[in-house]
């Protein structure tokens, strides 16, 4: 992290959270291999060399596979990239590391407890050449003297914490055990069901996979989840010409009846911004107020949408008043829902933004909805008669000049008093530009012999202009926003598409959806890319580990199977899909391939050392139930706070947690039973015995 910049942040963090089941999983199948090795009666170090030599090139490939799902997010563009970039650097490293350890250290440390009268093996006990006597000095020092001095200061320590939780947990791993060789049986009898009946669990697999598909669609879609910050805050609009004082009693009134919340742990208003002349009409002036609402700490997010519809309906009953609730943001989407009017003639721009905006207000679905194209305060337009300031030898833009040097006036100098620069404001006086008539009669030349009025070249009028003129790719655009009282953001689009299609607009001016939705699509897109990235190299890792083409494609029939599991756990939670839950399947294509790989693996070394292709199949899933289950079990152990939802930000980091979990849970009970079955059906290939040593699993 610290060669990266990575900071400590709510991602980097939840990557670290996201790692620590994921840590032990190599650790596990290792020490679960040397264990099963002592039990064939080997030594201590032979058991450790066997066991960790076995299981090695499986342990490294698992590894990988997880680690090259996380390459493809450097193609992810948009929120995806930005937001999880933290994440995945975190996680790749801790993955790394942890498989330094279960294929060193763990070895090592399984030596340890070899007895003074063990006999030591013949390889480090009578080498021939020098070479070996080489080899032998340095196992000499990192199998013996190593753990001897690192067990001087260790072993006592790890003595008493070893015997407290053995205390502890007595009674818990002594019903694990029980439970175990129950679930063992069986196991036993399912997968020799399974494989005497393979077509009907092929076919049970795919009907369950087409039916979690069918749930997709009612999952619901969204850019990111909802990410509740315990603020929030409302913009009010008065009537045009309502002076600041009005507009501040009754900001008052509005924030005295808000404290009255329970919820509600602080407010703050601010009444009336700029002038009359600088300040923009849509979201300044002395008719403008803005109300922060900070919610107590342990507010939810449900607590906060059920302040601001209480706060809706009580300045719904203020007459002219104009309102709009917004949330802190993590990105520049102030609300869900933004659409986007282009055309060239703002008359055109109003009349299709007011329709589309009238048939928001009448759908439940939208909340606060507000056009950038409403009409703005009354304003002084001065048109101007090019010809005939031509004719009298001005230019236009020096009398515009002129007339708002007069008016708005010029920083002439900066005053300085104590530590303070105080600007000093020169322009005409109050009296000679407060109306009208006054504004018509100012001189536009007033260094001529011949003074010139303004009415003179200009036509000046009082008028209704637009709140603000916005321009995009360098075109006229009208900005529809809202926010949505209940639903997905996907659901929302569908329907403002809907309208958008049933709506006539006028000739020139074009609508489409943009903001989240834009930038939802644009993510998906780049998130599929990454998946299938992401699988194709979870495949050549493979290929390169078993160096058969065949053996990872039957592996990777676990991915459709971990899509099975976080569609229904999505499901159920009622968690929506979002760009967080892709994360979490891109995860999943390198996480539940782990389980198939070391399954696999022993089940290819069996039948290379004699074994028939069913009895390989069936002891080679009886020796790695235990390593499955428990690396499955620790992994979603892991994951667990962050599925629950715990601590600020757990709405960014829930979903993948959710994703996650339902995925290997359901993955690893349909891989236990599934992939032998494939494997006995696509498997081909004629094994030799190439070693002399009898089989023994």
Do not use: C
């Not at 089940?603 to 292709?613: P, S």
């Amino acid at each position: 992290m610290y060669g990266n910049d990575i900071s400590l942040n709510i991602m980097s963090l939840g990557g670290i959270a996201l790692g620590i089941g994921m840590l032990v999983d190599n650790s596990i199948v290792v020490l679960e291999n040397i264990a099963r090795h002592k039990a064939m009666g080997k030594g201590v170090l032979q058991a450790a060399q066997d066991g960790a030599g076995e299981v090695g090139m499986a342990v490294i490939a698992s590894t990988l596979t997880t680690v090259a799902v996380f390459f493809p997010l450097v193609f992810v563009d948009g929120i995806a990239g930005q937001l999880f970039r933290d994440q995945a650097l975190t996680v790749t490293f801790s993955l790394l590391a942890s498989l330094v350890v279960a294929v060193t250290l763990i070895p090592m440390m399984s030596s340890i407890s070899r007895t003074k009268k063990e006999p030591m093996p013949l390889e480090l006990k009578d080498p021939k050449t020098g070479f070996g006597r080489g080899l032998r000095a340095l196992r000499l020092f990192f199998f013996y003297s190593v753990p001897v001095f690192f067990t001087k200061f260790v072993k006592g320590f790890v003595f008493v914490i070893a015997w407290i939780f053995t205390q502890i947990f007595r009674f818990p791993l002594y019903v694990f055990d029980q439970v175990y060789q129950a679930i063992e049986k069986i196991y036993e009898r399912m997968l020799s069901g399974a494989l005497n009946n393979r077509f009907i669990v092929i076919v049970t697999a795919i009907l369950i996979f087409a039916g979690s598909l069918s749930l997709i669609p009612k999952i619901g879609i969204e850019l990111i989840p909802q990410l509740s910050q315990g603020e929030f805050k409302v913009e009010f609009k008065l009537p045009p010409g309502t002076p600041i004082e009005e507009t501040d009693n009754a900001l008052r009134s509005v924030q005295q009846a808000v404290r009255s919340n329970e919820n509600v742990r602080s407010t703050f208003a601010v009444a009336g911004t700029g002038n009359r002349m600088d300040a923009n009409p849509d979201e300044g002036g002395e008719n403008w107020g803005e109300l922060n609402v900070m919610l107590a700490s342990d507010a939810s997010s449900l607590t906060e949408s059920g302040t601001m519809n209480a706060m809706r309906n009580s300045l719904s009953e203020i007459p002219g008043l104009q309102y709009k609730f917004s949330r802190p943001s993590l990105f520049t989407f102030s609300t869900p829902v933004e659409i986007e009017i282009t055309g060239f003639d703002l008359d055109d721009l109003k009349k299709a933004s007011d329709k589309i905006t009238r048939k928001m207000d009448a759908n439940s679905r939208f909340a606060d909805v507000k056009s950038t194209m409403e009409i703005g305060s009354p304003e002084i337009q001065i048109l101007f008669d090019r010809d005939r300031a031509a004719s009298l030898g001005l230019q236009v833009h020096e009398v515009a000049d002129r007339v708002v040097s007069n008016v708005r006036g010029d920083v002439a100098t900066r005053y300085s008093w104590r530590d303070r620069k105080i600007d000093v404001l020169v322009r005409a006086r109050e009296q000679d530009r407060s109306s009208l008539d006054e504004i018509q009669q100012l001189i536009v030349n007033p260094e001529s012999e011949k003074p010139i009025p303004l009415s003179a070249i200009a036509n000046v009028i009082v008028a209704n202009g637009p709140g603000e003129i916005r321009r995009t790719s360098q075109q006229r655009v009208a900005i529809i926003n809202a926010n949505l009282n209940y639903g997905d953001l996907g659901e929302a689009a569908e329907e403002i598409q809907t309208i958008i299609k049933e709506t006539t607009l006028p000739t020139g001016t074009y609508a489409r959806i943009a903001g989240q939705n834009e930038e939802m699509s644009n993510s998906f897109r780049s998130l599929v890319f990454a998946l299938a990235l992401a699988i194709f190299l979870v495949y050549l890792v493979m290929a390169s580990q078993f160096e058969s083409l065949m053996h990872p494609f039957i592996i990777l029939f676990t991915i459709p199977l971990a899509l099975i599991g976080a569609v229904l756990a999505l499901y159920i939670t009622g968690t929506t899909i979002s760009v967080v839950v892709f994360i979490g399947l891109i995860l999943l294509a390198g996480i539940v391939v782990n389980n198939a790989i070391v399954l696999i693996d022993l089940i290819n070394q069996l039948r290379e050392r004699g074994m028939d292709k069913l009895e390989a199949i069936k002891e080679g899933g009886k020796s790695r139930l235990r390593p499955i289950l428990m690396t499955t079990l620790t992994t979603t152990l892991g994951l667990l706070p962050l599925a629950i939802g715990i601590g600020d930000g757990a709405e960014l980091r829930a979903p993948m947690g959710i994703t996650v979990i339902g995925g290997l849970l359901v993955s690893t009970l349909l891989t236990l039973v599934v992939i032998p079955v494939m494997y006995s059906v696509m498997d081909r290939k004629n094994y030799t015995n190439t070693e002399s040593e009898p089989v023994n699993a």
